[in-house]
């Protein structure tokens, strides 16, 4: 089992930057694929990016790429969202979760283990 801890949300102006990080413990980090999604009020859970283990692959819902790069750092057991350019439609509760899967997913079915969520702002 592994847990995961999300930080780095925020209250930010459009055109702004944040960064997300989301701390694991438990079993092996590197085990897992590693994902962010995000859930605005009233709207369905989406996936927002994913990196596989060995953080050769990654993969983003077209509404952030260019803004938003996901990394992760398996020595420090920790994943990250860079995300810059933000818009008001970024505002939403950012969740990281793991995925014993091998390979990135975009599928909410894919992820075993979620965090508790950190909340993005963006103000127009």
């Known amino acids: 089992q592994v847990q995961l801890v999300e930080s780095g949300g925020g209250l930010v102006q459009a055109g702004g930057s944040l960064r997300l990080s989301c701390a694991a413990s438990g079993r092996t980090f590197s085990s897992y694929a590693m994902g962010w999604f995000r859930q605005a009020p009233g709207k369905e859970r989406e996936f927002v990016a994913a990196?596989?283990?060995?953080?050769?692959?990654?993969y983003y819902v077209d509404s952030v790429k260019g803004r938003f790069t996901i990394s992760r750092d398996n020595a420090k057991n920790m994943a990250y969202l860079q995300m810059n350019s933000l818009k008001p439609e970024d505002t939403a509760v950012y969740y990281c979760?793991?995925?014993?899967?091998?390979?990135?997913?975009?599928?909410?079915?894919?992820?075993?283990?979620w965090g508790q969520g950190t909340q993005v702002t963006v103000s127009s």
């Open positions: 979760a793991a995925s014993l899967t091998a390979q990135a997913s975009g599928a909410y079915e894919a992820y075993h283990y």
């Open positions: 990196i596989n283990r060995s953080s050769t692959r990654t």
